[in-house]
């Protein structure tokens, strides 16, 4: 079983900067890809982004590479970096982990989640 941990969630206000990280222990694999959800009051959880293979992300339409994701392989650790954050942008955020990179279903490992809340 792998276990994940986020962490760096908050209350920052519109504009400011974010950084998430999801910290995994337990049985891993190198093959596993990792990612981030979200979900927001009222909606459904959504990908946020997750990568395909070492160095290539699969990202929400609506991210469009604004929020750069990267990892720490000696920590097994993957990062979410949130800058010029806006209101809609408040949920609660997933880390994800699973076999295959097939980010238009939601399956795998996930966190107990990080609360971010940005304030107008």
């Known amino acids: 079983q792998v276990q994940l941990v986020e962490s760096g969630g908050g209350l920052v206000q519109a504009g400011d900067s974010l950084t998430l990280a999801c910290a995994a222990s337990?049985?891993?694999?190198?093959?596993?890809?990792m990612g981030w959800f979200r979900q927001a009051p009222g909606k459904q959880r959504e990908l946020v982004a997750g990568?395909?293979?070492?160095?290539?992300?699969r990202y929400a339409d609506y991210v469009k590479g604004r929020f750069p994701i990267s990892t720490d392989n000696a920590k097994k650790t993957l990062y979410l970096q949130m800058n010029s954050m806006k209101p809609e942008q408040t949920a609660v955020y997933y880390c994800?982990?699973?076999?295959?990179?097939?980010?238009?279903?939601?399956?795998?490992?996930w966190g107990q989640g990080a609360q971010v809340t940005v304030s107008s």
């Open positions: 337990g049985r891993t694999f190198t093959s596993w890809r």
């Open positions: 994800n982990v699973r076999l295959r990179p097939c980010w238009d279903i939601q399956v795998g490992s």
């Open positions: 990568f395909i293979r070492s160095g290539t992300l």
